[in-house]
């Protein structure tokens, strides 16, 4: 089969790889027929190399239609239309009883002392091949995929797999108050989700970024927007918008690539040149973020507020604002989604027809798999008006 294989910072390339095959009896074989690139996929572009191998299959927002399943599958079946969610899950551990399945103990990678396995993403959580491709065999397959009707276009269901979910969670752990005010820093999938599914909610939403495309979008959907670029301290403008205190709530979703990082930035750099055998364990134990969109955050939000934090952070020395918190009385809560946790809230408003989540005004461009590389760059690079990247094998 054709794949998206990663081979080195920022090169990714279209290659004829082995077609999987069932390994388990909970496993299941799906043909790939929508795919999108993730933010969290520039993360592997730009930053993990040293957690990467040569070829590894990237992608973990897929769905497709089954082809074959394990002894042990019965949920699904071969022709059955399925969504699958990024992370791993068994359904029936410690940590999934409990709904926390981004921490499934089954899956769990251990080695690294990280949680449930991720498809497409790195050694650290447990280098299972991804999406990105023409075939995808999926582990745990008795659980994890979420099962939809025939007729309305992909694009209504993929993502189901990661942004909705992960925004929807991002959305609940902010603790926004009836009639309250969320601010939302990012504006790329995320972010953009994050906003309509808080609007939806019945909820006031400012949305932040400096990308006037990511902007215009966010209007589209009843947001209110403060463009990042044109001011010096975003926090007081919001706060301005805010009777003086800040919102509520606010949302991260930027993560550890954050712009107005500089040296930050250079430490990303450096460390990304080194020798993988130099760089991981440096990483692991010494990493830092580059961290303005999260204390932006913390300097935005009211005291006694909650600050949900859904974009990506890899860092282990990350220094923060620990007297502003504490004075402040500010609420932290972050983490993996919980993809299976919210499903069922979300499929009735990707089923309706309205689309009250506007789902069919996210993705910008939609390419055949062999332009995949072109997808990255352009979505890295916040050219051609890029927001949203779905590939079609």
Same mark, same amino acid.
């Given at each position: 089969m054709k794949a998206l294989t990663w081979h080195g910072k920022r090169d990714v390339r279209v290659e004829e790889v082995s077609d999987p095959t069932l390994k388990e009896s909970t496993d299941a074989v799906i043909r790939v027929t929508t795919t999108g690139i993730c933010g969290s996929d520039l993360h592997l572009y730009e930053l993990f190399g040293p957690f990467m191998m040569e070829g590894d299959i990237l992608g973990h927002e897929a769905m497709g239609i089954v082809e074959e399943v394990g002894a042990d599958v019965k949920n699904i079946k071969p022709g059955d239309r399925v969504v699958i969610p990024f992370n791993i899950s068994c359904g029936h551990c410690f940590m999934c009883d409990r709904q926390l399945y981004a921490q499934c103990e089954t899956t769990q990678c251990r080695d690294h002392g990280m949680g449930a396995a991720l498809f497409g993403y790195t050694k650290l959580y447990g280098e299972v091949p991804g999406g990105q491709a023409e075939y995808l065999r999926v582990p745990q397959a008795h659980f994890g995929p979420i099962k939809v009707p025939e007729g309305p276009p992909d694009e209504r269901y993929v993502y189901l797999s990661d942004v909705l979910p992960t925004a929807w969670q991002a959305v609940d752990w902010a603790d926004i108050p009836e009639g309250g005010t969320v601010a939302v820093f990012g504006l790329g999938p995320i972010g953009q989700m994050c906003c309509r599914i808080a609007r939806h909610l019945g909820h006031r939403v400012i949305g932040v970024d400096g990308v006037p495309e990511r902007l215009a979008m966010a209007r589209r959907h009843g947001v &209110?927007?403060? #463009?990042? /670029? +044109? *001011?010096?301290?975003?926090?007081?403008?919001?706060?301005? @918008?805010?009777? /003086?205190?800040?919102? #509520? +709530?606010?949302i991260d979703a930027v993560g550890m690539e954050a712009h107005g990082s500089p040296f930050a930035k250079i430490a990303q750099t450096i460390t990304g040149m080194l020798p993988g055998r130099m760089a991981a364990?440096? @990483? &692991?134990?010494?990493?830092?973020d580059r961290l303005s969109a999260l204390h932006h955050a913390i300097e935005t939000v009211r005291r006694g507020g909650t600050v949900s934090i859904i974009g990506v952070y890899g860092g282990m020395t990350d220094p923060m604002p620990m007297l502003r918190m504490f004075d402040k009385g500010i609420t932290l809560r972050m983490g993996q989604a919980h993809v299976k946790r919210w499903i069922d809230t979300l499929l009735p408003l990707v089923n309706d027809d309205k689309d009250?989540? /506007?789902? @069919?005004?996210?993705?910008? *461009?939609?390419?055949?798999?062999?332009?995949?590389? *072109? /997808?990255? &760059?352009?979505f890295q690079k916040k050219r051609d008006g890029a927001i949203k990247v779905l590939l079609n094998p």
């Amino acid at each position: 089969m054709k794949a998206l294989t990663w081979h080195g910072k920022r090169d990714v390339r279209v290659e004829e790889v082995s077609d999987p095959t069932l390994k388990e009896s909970t496993d299941a074989v799906i043909r790939v027929t929508t795919t999108g690139i993730c933010g969290s996929d520039l993360h592997l572009y730009e930053l993990f190399g040293p957690f990467m191998m040569e070829g590894d299959i990237l992608g973990h927002e897929a769905m497709g239609i089954v082809e074959e399943v394990g002894a042990d599958v019965k949920n699904i079946k071969p022709g059955d239309r399925v969504v699958i969610p990024f992370n791993i899950s068994c359904g029936h551990c410690f940590m999934c009883d409990r709904q926390l399945y981004a921490q499934c103990e089954t899956t769990q990678c251990r080695d690294h002392g990280m949680g449930a396995a991720l498809f497409g993403y790195t050694k650290l959580y447990g280098e299972v091949p991804g999406g990105q491709a023409e075939y995808l065999r999926v582990p745990q397959a008795h659980f994890g995929p979420i099962k939809v009707p025939e007729g309305p276009p992909d694009e209504r269901y993929v993502y189901l797999s990661d942004v909705l979910p992960t925004a929807w969670q991002a959305v609940d752990w902010a603790d926004i108050p009836e009639g309250g005010t969320v601010a939302v820093f990012g504006l790329g999938p995320i972010g953009q989700m994050c906003c309509r599914i808080a609007r939806h909610l019945g909820h006031r939403v400012i949305g932040v970024d400096g990308v006037p495309e990511r902007l215009a979008m966010a209007r589209r959907h009843g947001v &209110e927007t403060v #463009d990042a /670029g +044109s *001011h010096t301290d975003v926090a007081a403008a919001i706060r301005d @918008m805010t009777a /003086g205190r800040g919102p #509520d +709530s606010v949302i991260d979703a930027v993560g550890m690539e954050a712009h107005g990082s500089p040296f930050a930035k250079i430490a990303q750099t450096i460390t990304g040149m080194l020798p993988g055998r130099m760089a991981a364990p440096l @990483m &692991e134990t010494a990493g830092v973020d580059r961290l303005s969109a999260l204390h932006h955050a913390i300097e935005t939000v009211r005291r006694g507020g909650t600050v949900s934090i859904i974009g990506v952070y890899g860092g282990m020395t990350d220094p923060m604002p620990m007297l502003r918190m504490f004075d402040k009385g500010i609420t932290l809560r972050m983490g993996q989604a919980h993809v299976k946790r919210w499903i069922d809230t979300l499929l009735p408003l990707v089923n309706d027809d309205k689309d009250p989540l /506007g789902v @069919m005004d996210l993705a910008t *461009h939609r390419l055949p798999l062999d332009q995949a590389p *072109h /997808g990255y &760059e352009i979505f890295q690079k916040k050219r051609d008006g890029a927001i949203k990247v779905l590939l079609n094998p």
